[in-house]
C-alpha cells in the first residue's frame, strides 16, 4: 500500500476496483483496525482517529462484512443475535426496513451463504455502524442473491450509511457505486463518478499489464494427462488435457471450485463422475498411493494436508524421503534457502513462507514429478521464491504441471494454456498470445 | 485468559510438571498424615521388588498410551484392555502362552472400537471407555463361570494364572519399549505418528488412514493386554481373579505415565518408575490407616500434572 487516498461519504457506495493483489483488503484491514498504517492518517467526520483494533473500530461505528462469518453454526440466528449483544426486536425491525426477512428459528448451518450475509449485515446495522466495509461480499453469492444483496446495498445507503464496497467484479461496481476508486498493485489509479464508462474502469485495472515473457515451453509435446467431464461437488463439466512440458493454469476468483478441483485432478479427491487419463490410461478412481506410484505431485491449497505440522521438519521430509535424508533435506535447504534452525524444529514453529519451501523441497525438488497438480502454490510467497517455484517447474516437472492461480498478471507471464474457472466450471480456455482484457471479462462475468 | 500456541514449544515444561507433582504429593502426604515422621516414612519407605513390579506393569501399560496418544488415537480403555489380557493369562498354563494370549485377546478387544473409529469415524474416547467397563462385565461372568476354580469350594475366585519372574517380565517391558523407539524410526512408525495430523495427511503421504487407525489402536490395546496379564502373572501370590477385584487401576496408571512422560516412550517408562513409587506411597499411608482410594488421588494428581505439563510445553497463558 503506497500513499493511498480514499473518501468516503455518508450516504454513498464508494466502489473499490481492483485486481487481486491490488491492495483492496490491505486498505480495508487498515480502515478496520487490524492493521496500523505506517504512514498517512485516517479522519473520521473530519476528527483524526488511530483504529488500534477491529474492537476500537467497531466503537467508532465501523463494520466489517467479509467473507468470514462471525456466527456460530449451532446456534439459532436468535442465539447468534443475543450473542452479538444485539436486541432481537431491534434487529427485526432493521431487517424490515431494509427489505431483509431474518430467520430467526434456523440453525446458522441452515442458512446460505446470502442469508447468513445478511443476518450479518442487520448485526452491524443494529449495533449502529454508520461505516460498513464490505469485503468482496459477491464472492461466494449466486448470481440470485447477488442481486439481493446490491439492492440491499442500495438501501444501506439510502439510509444514509456509508457502505465501502470491495469488488474485483467492474460490472457490479457499475450497478452499485456512486463512486469508484480502483486500485492496482497498492496504488490508486485514479477516482471515478457516474456515469462510468466500464471500458476506462477495466483499462485502469489492467494497464500495463501485457508483458508477457519471451520464452515459455518450447517443446510441447503430446497430452500426458487427461480431465474428461469431471463432476465433484462444486465442480461441474470440467475438461483439462496438459501436454508434455505444459503449464497449464487454472484461473479464477477463489472459491470458485479450484482447491476440489485440483484435489480431483491429482487423485486426492475421487469424482462423482468424469474420467481420468495418465499417458492415455485410465485412473479414475484410484487410490491417491496410486497416483503417487505414476509420478503425481499434489500441492494442496491448505497446507496442513500436506504438512503434519506438530511433527519436525525432517520427520515431515521423510514422507517422501528413504535414505541420506538429512543430507538431502540440508541440501534443499540451501538450494531453496529454508530457513529453520534445526531439523528437529516442529514444522509448526516455521512461518507460512517457509513451510511451503519444505513443501516445494520434498514434492517438486525430492521427487521430480511427472505430473504436478498445484493449488495457489505461489500464494505468500515473495517474488523470489515464486521465481525458485517457476524454475524448478521447469527444471524438475519430467511431464507437466497444472497450477490454480487468482492473479491474471501471473498466469499470462507464466502459462502455456489458461483455463479460466467460474463456480465450479471452465467457462473459457485461451493460448498464446494472451489478451489480458478477455481474460479479465472471462473471470468477471 | 487464553492459550496460544508457542511458537517454540519448551520441553523443560515437563520437568515443571514433574516437579509440581511432587510437591503436590509431598504436601498430600504430609497433610494427611499430619506429622512429618509418619509423612517421611510413607514418602521413603519401599519394598524393592514390590516397587519393580508395579514399574513394570505401568510401563507395559503407559506404552499402550505413547502409541495411542502419538497417533492422536484415544484409547481411554487400558484398563478394560488389561482385564482381557488378565482373563487370558488366567485361561493359560505356561507364561509364554499367557503373554502371547493376552496380546491377541487384548488386540481383538480393542478392534471393537478401532474399527467402528476407522470405518464409521465413531469417537474412541467414548468406544474405548465404554467397552471398559464392558470388560468387567466379561470378566465377571468368567470369575462366575468358565474360569471358576472348582477346588476352591465356597469361594468363587478363578484359576490360578501361571507365574512369571520379575526378571522375564522386566525383559519383556525392555524387548515392548526398544520395539515401539525403533518402529517410530520406520515409515510404518512414521505414517501413525502423522495420523495425529489428522487422516488426510495419512493419506496425502501415500498410506491408508483406516489401516493405520486400526494398527496403531491394536497396538495399544496389545500392549495393555500384556500389561494386565504381567500384573496378575507377578503376583508372589493369588494370582486369580475375585468378582471384586477385577479391575486394578493400573489401565489409569499407565495413562497418566503415558502423559507425565511427554508422550515419548522412552519418557513414559520413566515417568512409570515415578507412577510406580506413588503407588507404593500409596499403599504405605493405607498401612498407616488411611482410605484405599488414596493411590488415585495421588496418581490422579500427577496426571492433571502431566496434561499441565503438555499444555504449558505447547501453549502459553496470556491473562487478557
Not at chain 1, 485502469?204 to 469431471?230: K, T
Not at chain 1, 523441497?361 to 498445484?374: C, F, K, Q, S
Not at chain 2, 501413525?192 to 497396538?219: H, T, W
Not at chain 2, 507377578?234 to 477385577?246: H, K
Request: aromatic content about 8%; some cysteine.
Amino acid at each position: 500500500m503506497d500513499g493511498v487516498d480514499f473518501e468516503v461519504d455518508k450516504g454513498e457506495v464508494h466502489g473499490l476496483l481492483g485486481e487481486n493483489g491490488a491492495g483492496k483488503s490491505t486498505l480495508i484491514a487498515l480502515l478496520y483496525g487490524v492493521y496500523t498504517p505506517d504512514g498517512g492518517e485516517i479522519l473520521l467526520n473530519g476528527r483524526r482517529v488511530v483504529i488500534k483494533s477491529p474492537k476500537h473500530a467497531a466503537s467508532l461505528g465501523i463494520s466489517l462484512i467479509s467473507q468470514h462469518f462471525a456466527l456460530v453454526d449451532t446456534f439459532t440466528v436468535k442465539e447468534n443475535l443475543r450473542l452479538a449483544g444485539v436486541d432481537v426486536k431491534t434487529a427485526v425491525k432493521i431487517g424490515e426496513e431494509i427489505g431483509i426477512e431474518i430467520p430467526l428459528e434456523k440453525y446458522v448451518w441452515e442458512l446460505t451463504v446470502g442469508e447468513k450475509q445478511r443476518v450479518e449485515i442487520v448485526k452491524a446495522l443494529a449495533r449502529n455502524s454508520e461505516i460498513l466495509l464490505m469485503d468482496e461480499p459477491t464472492a461466494l453469492l449466486g448470481p440470485r442473491e447477488v442481486k439481493a444483496l446490491l439492492s440491499v446495498v442500495r438501501r444501506l445507503a439510502d439510509m444514509g450509511k456509508a457502505v465501502v464496497f470491495v469488488t474485483h467484479k467492474i460490472r457490479e461496481a457499475v450497478e452499485v457505486s456512486d463512486r469508484i476508486t480502483v486500485l492496482r498493485r497498492g496504488r490508486r489509479v485514479g477516482v471515478y463518478e457516474r456515469p462510468f464508462d466500464e471500458e476506462v474502469l477495466l483499462e485502469a485495472m489492467f494497464q500495463g499489464v501485457v508483458q508477457r515473457r519471451a520464452s515459455r515451453g518450447s517443446s510441447i509435446g503430446g497430452v500426458i494427462y487427461r480431465a474428461e467431464n469431471l463432476y465433484g461437488e462444486r465442480v461441474k463439466r470440467v475438461n483439462i488435457e496438459l501436454r508434455r512440458g505444459e503449464l497449464v493454469v487454472v484461473l479464477g476468483v477463489a472459491g470458485n471450485g479450484q482447491e476440489e478441483l485440483m484435489a480431483l485432478l491429482s487423485g486426492f479427491r475421487r469424482p462423482k463422475s468424469g474420467k481420468v487419463f495418465i499417458d492415455g490410461e485410465d485412473v479414475t478412481g484410484k487410490p491417491f498411493h496410486e497416483f503417487l506410484r505414476r509420478g503425481v505431485a499434489y500441492l494442496p491449497e491448505d497446507r496442513s494436508r500436506a504438512l503434519a505440522k506438530e511433527l519436525s521438519v525432517l520427520d515431515n521430509f521423510k514422507i517422501r524421503c528413504a535414505k541420506g535424508c538429512m543430507e538431502k533435506l540440508a541440501e534443499a535447504k540451501k538450494i531453496l534457502d529454508i530457513d529453520f534452525p534445526s531439523p528437529h524444529i516442529k514444522a509448526a514453529a516455521l512461518s507460512g513462507g517457509n513451510q511451503q519451501k519444505v513443501l516445494l523441497a520434498r514434492e517438486l525438488w525430492l521427487r521430480e514429478p511427472y505430473i504436478l497438480v498445484a493449488s495457489y502454490p505461489t500464494r505468500g510467497l515473495d517474488v523470489d521464491t515464486t521465481e525458485k517455484f517457476y524454475t524448478l517447474v521447469r527444471s524438475v516437472v519430467k511431464g507437466g504441471a497444472v497450477v490454480s492461480l487468482e492473479d491474471v498478471e501471473e498466469a499470462v507471464e507464466r502459462a502455456d494454456r489458461i483455463y479460466v474457472i467460474s463456480r465450479g466450471e471452465i467457462v473459457a480456455s485461451f493460448t498464446p498470445p494472451f489478451d489480458v482484457d478477455e481474460i479479465a471479462e472471462a473471470m468477471t462475468t | 485468559m487464553r492459550l496460544v500456541q508457542r511458537e517454540n514449544p519448551s520441553p523443560l515444561y515437563y520437568a515443571v510438571a514433574f516437579l509440581g507433582s511432587l510437591a503436590t504429593v509431598v504436601l498430600i502426604v504430609f497433610l494427611l498424615t499430619g506429622d512429618l515422621a509418619t509423612a517421611a516414612r510413607s514418602l521413603t519407605a519401599f519394598d524393592v521388588g514390590y516397587l519393580l513390579r508395579v514399574f513394570v506393569v505401568v510401563g507395559v501399560v503407559s506404552l499402550a498410551g505413547v502409541v495411542s496418544y502419538r497417533a492422536g488415537l484415544w484409547n481411554i480403555g487400558q484398563e478394560g484392555q488389561a482385564i482381557i489380557g488378565a482373563l487370558a493369562a488366567i485361561s493359560s498354563r505356561s507364561p509364554a502362552e499367557a503373554v502371547a494370549s493376552a496380546a491377541l485377546a487384548a488386540g481383538g478387544w480393542v478392534l471393537i472400537p478401532a474399527a467402528l473409529r476407522a470405518v464409521m469415524n465413531i469417537n474412541e474416547a467414548v468406544t474405548t471407555f465404554l467397552t471398559s467397563l464392558a470388560a468387567v462385565s466379561v470378566a465377571r461372568y468368567f470369575v462366575e463361570g468358565p474360569l471358576k476354580d472348582p477346588a476352591k469350594r465356597g469361594f468363587v475366585v478363578t484359576l490360578e494364572a501361571p507365574h512369571i519372574s520379575l526378571l522375564y517380565a522386566a525383559t519383556l517391558l525392555v524387548g515392548l519399549l526398544a520395539f515401539v523407539v525403533l518402529l517410530y524410526r520406520t515409515r510404518i512408525g512414521l505414517t501413525m505418528r502423522l495420523l495425529s495430523a489428522g487422516e488426510d495427511v495419512v493419506k496425502y503421504a501415500g498410506g491408508r488412514p483406516s489401516l493405520y487407525i486400526l494398527a496403531a489402536l491394536g497396538l495399544s490395546g496389545v500392549f495393555a493386554g500384556i500389561g494386565g496379564a504381567l500384573e496378575i502373572m507377578t503376583r508372589d501370590a493369588g494370582r486369580y481373579m475375585t468378582l471384586q477385584q477385577v479391575s486394578t487401576g493400573f489401565g489409569l496408571y499407565g495413562i497418566s505415565a503415558a502423559w507425565l512422560g511427554g508422550l515419548h516412550p522412552l519418557g513414559a517408562v520413566a515417568a512409570s518408575l515415578y507412577i510406580a513409587w506413588l503407588y507404593v506411597v500409596a499403599v504405605n499411608l493405607k498401612v498407616a490407616g488411611l482410605p484405599a482410594l488414596v493411590a488415585n488421588a495421588l496418581v490422579g494428581t500427577a496426571m492433571a500434572w502431566g496434561l499441565a505439563g503438555y499444555t504449558m510445553y505447547r501453549y502459553k497463558l496470556i491473562w487478557r
